[in-house]
């Protein structure tokens, strides 16, 4: 490969590399604003979507209200009495645990006390309050737990994302004294006491169940750069699982299985529209329908179910890259890009196969690491590919297109120097007529000159040879002896001056082509031809004198008329005089370094 092709495809590589840094570091800079955020939420949802089912759970069991109940019930609220015998039913069928996710800090009705007798009796009950809130906002207020003890007092506050989508979930939604466990959470650790497994003191002092580590949810980390990442909350591996279901009537009316709750964790709570205990979570945004929303003890149930599979090695904890990863990942992934795309210089058809096909390679590869509990950034690594993809193709075609312009200009530089070398040509075919005309006469006289010589020579030596060869003329020989030589005198008399007058010895004037403008001090705009004559002679003759010893001037006389003739492009009539020179010295001489002397006017 040329050296010039080979430097111009190294410097196009390192312009294309110097562009994918700056477009990694802008699509870094935006994911570090947030600019990405809500796009890698998607597709986090969209990877909850789109895990295989699990079927039933049924280390849980739920227990809801629900529209029909308050009919019933004729009312909202579930009395404390009603709430007594509810609890009573469960309780004998022996359950794990029983949560109640309704908010009972003011009594409801009648059997506000036989409801604390039991919980009083069943240390496996828990109620529930919220630390957490805001104290002006009724919807949003702190709301205390019920006079029960204070083992059995749960939280279940909850923190959406600012899309209103539920992802993270609190383990305590507040650490300093006194902090209360999630609901969820207490329910799992009775499930998961059953089985020999207690909580642990892990690194740092977070929370370990068996083998499972649940190190707290930081900022900047996954999917999320800007968020509030207080208290200690996880980042929850939904599980796609159902959970059994009955009413609150039918475990009233005895319409259940005599084992349902048998071993079983529940979580008794609203399951009617009309309370507004519900929210939206990765499983919620579909496109043929209206959003699935999940109610507050489906909630619980889900993060006790997480915490028990994790725990039990069922299901893994989702793993984030940190940011400083995420960063140095986008970088080493856009410089392989660059040199994939390298390699499809104006193919656009083969770079849009190569952009699809590597995205479709990325998707699969982020959903199976996914549902091994690894999360990579697919959202900002597809758009480093395709942005790259698009930039590249325009930086190519602009590459291209100033290439063809280049090459264009330089054609445009060929063409207009050819043609100011004919124009140049054209002036001295005009310059140079007068010149051959005189020179053509002085060598047509040299010439003639030299044939009459050379003839009288002939006949000189033919009439000497007669004379010589026939004795009859032998008087006549002596007597023409004197005149003969005489005569023969006279010829070769006639020939040195001939030979003197119309020739001289002079070197050859190659150097004439060598003289430049910069060796020429001609003026420059309109001027008169005679004087620019004179100018050119003068440099020419300062060559021709340094290099040769001999004057020009004594050589060559031009007289230009009429004199007040005016010229603008003093340089092309140097150029034109040089060739002519050469012409007229190079193509005349008689032997070499010889040239006849020149007198013209024009």
Same mark, same amino acid.
């Given at each position: 490969?040329?050296?010039?092709?080979?430097?111009?495809?190294?410097?196009?590589?390192?312009?294309?590399?110097?562009?994918?840094?700056?477009?990694?570091?802008?699509?870094?800079?935006?994911?570090?604003?947030?600019?990405?955020?809500?796009?890698?939420?998607?597709?986090?949802?969209?990877?909850?979507?789109?895990?295989?089912?699990?079927?039933?759970?049924?280390?849980?069991?739920?227990?809801?209200?629900?529209?029909?109940?308050?009919?019933?019930?004729?009312?909202?609220?579930?009395?404390?009495?009603?709430?007594?015998?509810?609890?009573?039913?469960?309780?004998?069928?022996?359950?794990?645990?029983?949560?109640?996710?309704?908010?009972?800090?003011?009594?409801?009705?009648?059997?506000?006390?036989?409801?604390?007798?039991?919980?009083?009796?069943?240390?496996?009950?828990?109620?529930?309050?919220?630390?957490?809130?805001?104290?002006?906002?009724?919807?949003?207020?702190?709301?205390?737990?019920?006079?029960?003890?204070?083992?059995?007092?749960?939280?279940?506050?909850?923190?959406?994302?600012?899309?209103?989508?539920?992802?993270?979930?609190?383990?305590?939604?507040?650490?300093?004294?006194?902090?209360?466990?999630?609901?969820?959470?207490?329910?799992?650790?009775?499930?998961?006491?059953?089985?020999?497994?207690?909580?642990?003191?892990?690194?740092?002092?977070?929370?370990?169940?068996?083998?499972?580590?649940?190190?707290?949810?930081?900022?900047?980390?996954?999917?999320?750069?800007?968020?509030?990442?207080?208290?200690?909350?996880?980042?929850?591996?939904?599980?796609?699982?159902?959970?059994?279901?009955?009413?609150?009537?039918?475990?009233?009316?005895?319409?259940?299985?005599?084992?349902?709750?048998?071993?079983?964790?529940?979580?008794?709570?609203?399951?009617?529209?009309?309370?507004?205990?519900?929210?939206?979570?990765?499983?919620?945004?579909?496109?043929?329908?209206?959003?699935?929303?999940?109610?507050?003890?489906?909630?619980?149930?889900?993060?006790?179910?997480?915490?028990?599979?994790?725990?039990?090695?069922?299901?893994?904890?989702?793993?984030?890259?940190?940011?400083?990863?995420?960063?140095?990942?986008?970088?080493?992934?856009?410089?392989?890009?660059?040199?994939?795309?390298?390699?499809?210089?104006?193919?656009?058809?083969?770079?849009?196969?190569?952009?699809?096909?590597?995205?479709?390679?990325?998707?699969?590869?982020?959903?199976?690491?996914?549902?091994?509990?690894?999360?990579?950034?697919?959202?900002?690594?597809?758009?480093?590919?395709?942005?790259?993809?698009?930039?590249?193709?325009?930086?190519?075609? $602009?590459?291209?297109?100033?290439?063809? %312009?280049?090459?264009?200009?330089?054609? /445009?530089?060929?063409? &207009?120097? *050819? @043609? #100011?070398?004919?124009?140049?040509?054209?002036?001295?075919?005009?310059?140079?007529?007068?010149?051959?005309?005189?020179?053509?006469?002085?060598?047509?006289?040299?010439?003639?000159?030299?044939?009459?010589?050379?003839? $009288?020579?002939?006949?000189?030596?033919? %009439?000497?040879?007669?004379?010589?060869? /026939?004795?009859?003329? &032998?008087? *006549? @020989? #002596?007597?023409?002896?004197?005149?003969?030589?005489?005569?023969?005198?006279?010829?070769?008399?006639?020939?040195?001056?001939?030979?003197?007058?119309?020739?001289?010895?002079?070197?050859?004037?190659?150097?004439?082509?060598?003289?430049?403008?910069?060796?020429?001090?001609?003026?420059?705009?309109?001027?008169?031809?005679?004087?620019?004559?004179?100018?050119?002679?003068?440099?020419?003759?300062?060559?021709?004198?340094?290099?040769?010893?001999?004057?020009?001037?004594?050589?060559?006389?031009?007289?230009?008329?009429?004199?007040?003739?005016?010229?603008?492009?003093?340089?092309?009539?140097?150029?034109?005089?040089?060739?002519?020179?050469?012409?007229?010295?190079?193509?005349?001489?008689?032997?070499?370094?010889?040239?006849?002397?020149?007198?013209?006017?024009?």
């Amino acid at each position: 490969m040329p050296k010039k092709i080979k430097s111009r495809i190294n410097r196009l590589f390192c312009l294309k590399l110097l562009l994918t840094i700056a477009v990694t570091i802008t699509t870094i800079g935006i994911r570090h604003l947030g600019g990405l955020q809500w796009l890698e939420w998607l597709a986090v949802d969209l990877l909850f979507k789109l895990q295989p089912s699990e079927g039933m759970d049924r280390r849980i069991v739920l227990v809801g209200e629900t529209e029909e109940d308050i009919q019933a019930f004729k009312s909202a609220q579930i009395s404390d009495r009603t709430m007594a015998q509810l609890l009573t039913r469960i309780e004998q069928q022996e359950p794990i645990a029983v949560g109640v996710d309704f908010f009972r800090d003011q009594p409801v009705g009648e059997g506000r006390e036989q409801l604390l007798e039991l919980f009083e009796t069943n240390p496996n009950f828990y109620g529930v309050g919220k630390q957490t809130g805001d104290r002006e906002n009724p919807l949003f207020a702190p709301v205390a737990p019920p006079p029960i003890n204070q083992s059995q007092i749960t939280e279940v506050a909850v923190q959406p994302d600012s899309d209103g989508v539920l992802r993270r979930m609190f383990l305590f939604p507040q650490t300093k004294p006194p902090a209360l466990p999630n609901l969820g959470l207490v329910l799992a650790y009775e499930y998961l006491a059953k089985q020999g497994i207690y909580p642990e003191p892990a690194e740092q002092g977070w929370l370990q169940l068996n083998q499972a580590t649940f190190w707290p949810f930081r900022n900047s980390s996954g999917p999320y750069t800007q968020i509030d990442d207080g208290s200690y909350q996880i980042f929850l591996n939904w599980r796609n699982v159902e959970f059994e279901f009955v009413s609150i009537s039918d475990v009233l009316s005895g319409h259940i299985k005599p084992s349902i709750f048998k071993d079983k964790l529940v979580i008794i709570g609203s399951y009617a529209s009309s309370k507004k205990d519900y929210f939206f979570t990765p499983f919620s945004r579909t496109l043929s329908s209206s959003p699935e929303l999940m109610f507050g003890m489906e909630v619980q149930a889900q993060l006790a179910s997480v915490i028990i599979s994790n725990a039990l090695g069922e299901r893994p904890l989702i793993k984030f890259w940190e940011e400083l990863e995420i960063n140095i990942g986008l970088v080493v992934f856009g410089i392989i890009i660059c040199f994939c795309l390298n390699e499809f210089f104006l193919q656009w058809k083969l770079l849009t196969v190569f952009l699809l096909t590597t995205s479709t390679i990325i998707a699969i590869l982020s959903y199976s690491l996914f549902i091994l509990g690894i999360w990579i950034p697919i959202i900002p690594t597809l758009i480093l590919l395709w942005s790259l993809g698009i930039i590249m193709a325009i930086f190519d075609y $602009e590459w291209q297109q100033k290439r063809q %312009k280049d090459k264009i200009l330089a054609l /445009n530089e060929r063409l &207009k120097k *050819k @043609i #100011d070398e004919r124009q140049i040509y054209r002036d001295y075919a005009v310059l140079l007529t007068p010149f051959e005309e005189s020179l053509t006469e002085t060598l047509q006289y040299i010439s003639n000159s030299k044939y009459l010589i050379s003839t $009288e020579e002939e006949i000189l030596t033919e %009439k000497i040879n007669q004379f010589v060869s /026939n004795p009859k003329h &032998k008087i *006549k @020989i #002596d007597q023409s002896v004197s005149q003969l030589t005489i005569y023969y005198q006279q010829i070769m008399e006639k020939i040195e001056y001939i030979s003197q007058k119309t020739a001289i010895y002079f070197p050859t004037l190659d150097s004439l082509a060598s003289l430049t403008y910069k060796e020429s001090n001609l003026p420059q705009g309109l001027v008169e031809i005679q004087s620019l004559i004179d100018e050119i002679i003068s440099s020419i003759r300062r060559v021709i004198y340094n290099e040769y010893g001999v004057d020009l001037l004594d050589l060559i006389t031009l007289k230009v008329t009429p004199a007040s003739t005016f010229i603008r492009e003093t340089h092309k009539l140097l150029i034109i005089f040089n060739r002519i020179f050469d012409d007229i010295f190079l193509s005349h001489q008689i032997e070499e370094k010889e040239y006849p002397l020149m007198k013209f006017w024009f």
